[in-house]
C-alpha cells in the first residue's frame, strides 16, 4: 500500500482575467474522462426518477460514513441506549467522577476495550476497531469517552505499543480495569515541547533500579487523567540518565498509589479541580520526590539498560529514536479528532432537528408561522457545517483504516509512518477546530433553548474546548504538518543555485511539477484528465475542485519556502522561521482542506445507491463552495479568483443549501447519531412544534 496520499501539483495562479468560472451548480453532461461528477451534473437525472425511500437513502449513506468498521459502529449503538451511559449535568465533579468510573466498567463488557491490545495479551488485535468503538462513546459523555481513552489508549496503548512481554500482565491488567493508570507526559513547563521534559529517571546500578525525580517546580506533571483520584500506576515520561549521560525521554511505569488510594512513598498527587468541561474525568498533578522503581519498568520496546548501567538501541540516532517513540502513540492523536467529531455530528443532529421543528414569525402569505430551517440565513448557519461533518467523516475513516494496516503490520512500507503522523496531525486540527465552531453556531441557532443544560449543546461545547489542545496544541500541529511539507520541498531544490532558484520561482505560473506518490487512482484520474486551464474550468467539476484546492496548497508552500530562503540570508533560522510563521500556518491548513476534499470524492466513489451517492454529491460541492466562501479573501487577493466569480460562489452556496434543505432528516439520519443518545429535552418539548 502507498505510503503517503499526498500530492502536489504546482499549478498556475490565474489573472483577474483567468479566474475560476464559479458558477452556481447546475446540471451538465457527464465528462467524458470518466471523472466523478458534481451533484449538480447528475441532479436532471435525479429529478426524473422515481422518489426514493428517504429511509433507505439515510441507510445508505450511514453506512458509507460510517466506514469501514461499520459493524463496530452497530455493535455499539445499542449499547448507546442503556441509561446508565448518560451524562448528568447536575451532579457535581466528585459524583460526576464516580459515575463515570462505574459508567467505565460498564463498557469494559462490550468488548470493545480488548480490540486495541494483541492477542497474546488478552486483545482481538484490530486498532481500527478500537479507535471506531471507543468513538462512539463520544455519543453519549465525552468525560466517559476521556476516562476510556486514557485508561485503553493513552496508558494502555504506551504499555502495549512501547513495552514488552515483561509489561504483558500489566497490559492483561489495566484492560479488565484491575489496575487503573495515568498518561503523565506533560509537565508544567512543557506540554508541546516533549523533548526538553525536567522529570528524570537517573539508573542506579547498585540497587538496579531508576530513580524518577521532579527537579523543578515546573516539572510536575500536569492535567493528567485519572491523575488527581483513581489512577494507581502512572506512564511516566522521563529524561532517562544512566553512566551520568543523558539518553532522551522515555516511557517508565510508576506506581502512584496503593490499593487504598492513598499515595506512595515519595509521591505527592494534587487534584487540578474544576474545569470549563468534563467533570468526570479527574484530572490531577504528579511530583516525584526520588522515587524507586524497578529496572524492568522502563518500557524497552526502542531501547533498555542492563543491570549494570549499560544503555543500548536499535535506533542510534537520538532523534529518530525519540520520534519513533511518539510515534508509536499516534493512535491518540487520531482517536481525539475522531471524537470531537462526533461531538459535533451530537450538536449538529440536535440543532438540525429543532430546526425542523421549531416556528418563528409569520409567512405573510400564508399567515402560518415559519420553520427555523427553512429561512436561508438558518440553513447558511447549519448545513455547511453538515458538509464538513460529511467530509471529516470520510477522511477519519481512511486515516482509521491507514492506522490499521500500519499497526497490523500490513503496510510497512518506507515513510508510512511518518505520513501517518502527519496526516493524524492535520485532520486532529481540522476536526477539533470543526468541532468548536459547528457547536457553537448550533448553540447559538437554537436561542435560549440551546443555552440550557438540559438539551446538551452547552455541554458539549464546554466538554470537547480542550481538544483543540489536548493532545498536541492545533497551531503547534499545523506548523508541523508545513514543517513535512517543506521539507519535502526543499527536497526538490536543495541542490539549486541562485539562478536554479530564479527559475524555479518562475514555474509559479506554470504547472511543471507534479508529485504523485500515494495518490488512490481515483482522484489522480481525475486531476491528470482535466485538461482545462482555470478560466475554462467549471468549479461544479470535481476536477476543477481538486486542482483549485491543490493549486492553493501548492502556492502557499512554494511562496513559504522561498520566502523563508530569503530571510535567511539575512537573519538567522529562528527568526526567518518566526517571520514566516503565519504564511507557514495557512501552508497547512490549504493541505489538510486539500486531504480532507480527497478523502469525501474518495468516500462517494464508494457509494453504490445512486440516490445517496446524488446526495452525498451535493453535499460535497457544498464543502466545497463553503470553504472556497470562507478563504474568498486569499483567491481574490492572490489573483485566483475575480470580485465577480467571488460572489459567483456565495450564490452556489445559497443554491446548494436550498437544495439541501429538503433532505436535512436524510442528512441527520445518515450521521449515525442514535435517537437515543441525542437526550436533548427541546426535540421532545409540545411547545417547540406548536411554535409558541
Known amino acids: 500500500m502507498a505510503s503517503d496520499g499526498d500530492t502536489r501539483t504546482v499549478g498556475k495562479a490565474a489573472t483577474a482575467e483567468q479566474v475560476v468560472t464559479a458558477e452556481p451548480p447546475r446540471p451538465a453532461e457527464q465528462a467524458e474522462t470518466g471523472e466523478v461528477a458534481g451533484a449538480a451534473e447528475q441532479a436532471g437525472a435525479a429529478e426524473q426518477a422515481a422518489p426514493a425511500d428517504p429511509a433507505v437513502t439515510a441507510a445508505h449513506l450511514r453506512e458509507a ?283 449538529l443532529s440536535i440543532a438540525l432537528r429543532y430546526a425542523d421543528q421549531r416556528r418563528q414569525f409569520d409567512d405573510p402569505d400564508t399567515g402560518e408561522e415559519v420553520l427555523l430551517l427553512d429561512y436561508r440565513s438558518h440553513q447558511r448557519r447549519l448545513l455547511p457545517h453538515v458538509a464538513r461533518a460529511f467530509a471529516l467523516s470520510f477522511a477519519q475513516n481512511d486515516l482509521v483504516r491507514r492506522m490499521h494496516l500500519i499497526q497490523t503490520g500490513q503496510d510497512l512500507a518506507q515513510g508510512a509512518q511518518r505520513a501517518l503522523e502527519k496526516r493524524a496531525a492535520g485532520l486532529k486540527v481540522a476536526q477539533t477546530r470543526h468541532a468548536t465552531r459547528a457547536i457553537q453556531e448550533c448553540r447559538e441557532a437554537c436561542g435560549g433553548a440551546g443555552y440550557l443544560t438540559e438539551n446538551r449543546l452547552v455541554t458539549l461545547k464546554a466538554d470537547t474546548d480542550v481538544f483543540t489542545t489536548f493532545e498536541g496544541d492545533n497551531v503547534v500541529l499545523t506548523q508541523l504538518v508545513a514543517k513535512d511539507l517543506l521539507t519535502s520541498y526543499s527536497d526538490e531544490v536543495r541542490d539549486l543555485d541562485a539562478l536554479g532558484w530564479v527559475r524555479f520561482a518562475a514555474t509559479m505560473a506554470r504547472d511543471v511539477v507534479r508529485e504523485s506518490s500515494g495518490v488512490r487512482q481515483l482522484i489522480q484520474r481525475l486531476r491528470d484528465r482535466t485538461g482545462d486551464s482555470l478560466d475554462e474550468g467549471d468549479l461544479s467539476r470535481r476536477a476543477v475542485q481538486l486542482q483549485l484546492f491543490a493549486d492553493r496548497e501548492d502556492y502557499l508552500v512554494r511562496t513559504a519556502a522561498h520566502r523563508l530562503r530569503a530571510r535567511a540570508k539575512e537573519t538567522n533560522p529562528f527568526e526567518a522561521f518566526n517571520n514566516a510563521q503565519d504564511h507557514i500556518l495557512l501552508a497547512g491548513e490549504a493541505h489538510i482542506e486539500r486531504l480532507t476534499l480527497e478523502a469525501f470524492i474518495e468516500g462517494i466513489a464508494d457509494i453504490q445507491d445512486e440516490e445517496a451517492r446524488t446526495l452525498a454529491e451535493t453535499v460535497c460541492d457544498l464543502y466545497v463552495y463553503s470553504t472556497l466562501e470562507q478563504n474568498q479573501a486569499w483567491f481574490i487577493m492572490h489573483r485566483f479568483m475575480s470580485v465577480d466569480r467571488a460572489k459567483q460562489v456565495r450564490r452556489g452556496v445559497n443554491e446548494l443549501v436550498d437544495r439541501l434543505r429538503p433532505h436535512s432528516r436524510i442528512l441527520v439520519e445518515a450521521m449515525g447519531v442514535p435517537e437515543e443518545s441525542l437526550r436533548s429535552a427541546m426535540l421532545n418539548d409540545a411547545s417547540v412544534h406548536q411554535g409558541q
Open 65 to 347: 460514513l460510517d466506514g469501514p468498521w461499520r459493524d463496530v459502529r452497530d455493535q455499539a449503538r445499542p449499547h448507546l441506549a442503556d441509561e446508565r451511559l448518560a451524562g448528568d449535568s447536575y451532579l457535581d465533579y466528585r459524583a460526576a467522577r464516580a459515575r463515570v468510573l462505574d459508567q467505565m466498567r460498564l463498557v469494559s463488557t462490550f468488548g470493545l476495550a480488548e480490540r486495541g491490545f494483541q492477542r497474546e495479551h488478552g486483545g482481538t488485535a484490530d486498532p481500527g476497531g478500537a479507535v471506531t468503538g471507543l468513538e462512539m462513546l463520544a455519543y453519549a459523555d465525552l468525560s466517559l469517552w476521556v476516562k476510556c481513552g486514557v485508561q485503553w489508549g493513552l496508558f494502555g496503548g504506551a504499555v502495549e505499543n512501547l513495552g514488552t512481554e515483561r509489561h504483558a500482565e500489566v497490559v492483561r491488567q489495566l484492560i479488565s480495569l484491575d489496575l487503573l493508570g495515568c498518561f503523565a507526559m506533560t509537565e508544567s513547563g512543557h506540554g508541546s515541547d516533549v523533548a526538553n521534559l525536567e522529570t528524570t529517571a537517573t539508573y542506579d546500578p547498585a540497587t538496579r533500579e531508576f530513580v524518577v525525580h521532579s527537579p523543578t517546580e515546573s516539572s510536575r506533571k500536569d492535567y493528567i487523567g485519572g491523575a488527581a483520584q483513581h489512577a494507581r500506576m502512572a506512564a511516566v515520561f522521563a529524561q532517562l540518565i544512566t553512566g551520568g549521560e543523558g539518553k532522551g525521554v522515555h516511557c517508565f511505569l510508576v506506581p502512584i498509589r496503593d490499593a487504598d488510594g492513598g499515595d506512595l512513598p515519595g509521591v505527592t498527587t494534587g487534584d487540578c479541580g474544576l474545569k470549563g468541561g468534563l467533570p468526570g474525568v479527574d484530572n490531577g498533578r504528579i511530583l516525584f520526590d526520588h522515587v524507586r522503581i524497578p529496572r524492568e519498568n522502563l518500557l524497552n520496546r526502542y531501547a533498555d539498560v542492563d543491570p549494570d548501567g549499560t544503555y543500548s538501541s536499535e535506533i542510534d540516532n537520538p532523534s529518530r529514536r525519540f520520534f519513533t517513540t511518539l510515534g508509536t502513540l499516534v493512535r491518540g492523536r487520531i482517536s481525539v479528532g475522531g471524537a470531537a467529531a462526533a461531538g459535533a455530528r451530537v450538536a
